[in-house]
């Protein structure tokens, strides 16, 4: 079982993103580790749909595959607790469990049922890591070892669909499946059998997705939520009001207040929200050291 006991100063809890290795940078879109201070009270971690799967790992368990979500989902993390993690681009983790995205939205399951012993020995290598960054290695190692074992390949189509969305290119669904050479409709049968979502339902999850990275890079009061709308590409507030209630589960000051008393300062997003606010043009936000520059008033996990 991971104590990781040398990590000194924590706050109550933080969490962190780093890129993927080289070669794991066209399955996933970020390695994260988050913790919570040993002397802090139990902490309630709150996630919203992002338009991927994830593989989890927390100290003294199975690693879990955690299916694309439609909705939120809470959980509490222990005092002392470390997770590691890794975040699937959409259209990529098919290929990697040998499973349709579309079977398991919404569906938490142990690794051990797809990957076998492998998945038991990756947790084991995880509860024995000496450090966050060590954990989030052997989890990234193992990846790497389900990559070259993999019997299939991402569907391109697929990736590139949700590529476009997510960079806002071919005006519509109808362009974008014309661009792609295909249907709508075999469009919308490729992109739910590998991502989970049809191309409609992705687009919202990522359109809301810039929002909250917009709310966070450029923080704004609750009182100018109708900027923060129409900047991530709302036809007005209202429009905004009704995803945030159906994708997150809160409105969306009440969520900006939620983020802003859990993340503060001690949340790095950088990664997975670099390509989210260069599709708003939000590139002068870019800091010297390469990091996405974000006041301390806003985060969110």
């Known amino acids: 079982m991971i104590s990781w006991s040398n990590v000194e100063q924590l706050p109550v809890q933080s969490y962190r993103e780093r890129r993927p290795a080289a070669k794991l940078a066209g399955y996933v879109t970020c390695i994260w580790m988050q913790q919570v201070a040993s002397d802090a009270s139990p902490y309630t971690h709150r996630t919203i749909p992002n338009g991927s799967a994830e593989l989890v790992c927390e100290q003294g368990l199975l690693?879990?595959?955690?299916?694309?979500?439609?909705?939120?989902?809470?959980?509490?993390?222990?005092?002392?607790?470390?997770v590691v993690g890794a975040r699937f681009r959409p259209g990529a983790v098919s290929a990697l469990l040998g499973l349709p995205a579309v079977d398991f939205v919404d569906v938490a399951f142990d690794a051990d049922e797809v990957w076998g012993d492998a998945a038991v020995a990756l947790g084991e290598a995880v509860g024995a890591a000496r450090s966050p960054e060590a954990g989030a290695a052997a989890l990234e190692s193992m990846i790497l070892r389900r990559l070259d074992e993999a019997a299939l390949v991402p569907d391109p189509i697929a990736i590139e669909a949700a590529r476009r969305l997510m960079q806002r290119q071919g005006g519509g669904l109808i362009r974008v499946a014309s661009s792609l050479n295909i249907s709508a409709r075999q469009l919308r049968r490729r992109c739910e059998t590998a991502t989970g979502f049809t191309p409609k339902v992705l687009q919202r999850i990522i359109r809301f997705q810039a929002f909250v990275a917009?709310?966070?890079?450029?923080?704004?009061?609750?009182?100018?939520?109708?900027?923060?709308?129409?900047?991530?590409?709302?036809?007005?507030?209202?429009?905004?009001?009704?995803?945030?209630?159906?994708?997150?589960?809160?409105?969306?000051?009440?969520?900006?207040?939620?983020?802003?008393?859990?993340?503060?300062?001690?949340?790095?997003?950088?990664?997975?929200?670099?390509?989210?606010l260069a599709s708003l043009g939000a590139l002068e936000e870019v800091g010297s050291a390469g990091r996405w520059d974000r006041s301390p008033e806003l985060g969110s996990r």
């Open 63 to 82: 690693p879990r595959v955690i299916g694309p979500q439609t909705g939120p989902i809470e959980e509490t993390r222990a005092p002392g607790l470390t």
């Open 214 to 276: 917009l709310a966070q890079t450029r923080p704004k009061s609750s009182g100018e939520l109708a900027w923060l709308a129409a900047e991530a590409g709302y036809a007005d507030q209202a429009h905004l009001a009704r995803e945030s209630n159906r994708l997150a589960g809160h409105p969306p000051g009440t969520l900006l207040l939620e983020t802003h008393k859990h993340c503060g300062a001690f949340h790095d997003h950088a990664v997975s929200h670099g390509p989210l």
